[in-house]
């Protein structure tokens, strides 16, 4: 299903997953357990985001960064 979605589809579904952890993130109801997650999660879309948006391998899986 990821390697044929669209470029814009990708991209649009990474942000809109950065989108999310981000608000996670910053909401007044944040707990110390969970920002540690959310600051993963952002590191590793922010990291393959622009290699799934190129269909490539490392952004769409267990990738270097995974």
Known sequence: L???MPRMTAAATGLDALTHVM???????????????HLEA????????????NNEKSGRGKGESL
């Open 42 to 53: 952002i590191r590793l879309i922010s990291s393959n985001l622009r290699a799934a948006v």
């Open 23 to 37: 608000e996670g993130y910053i909401t007044k109801a944040h707990w110390e357990m969970t920002d540690m997650f």
């Open 2 to 4: 990821m390697a044929g």
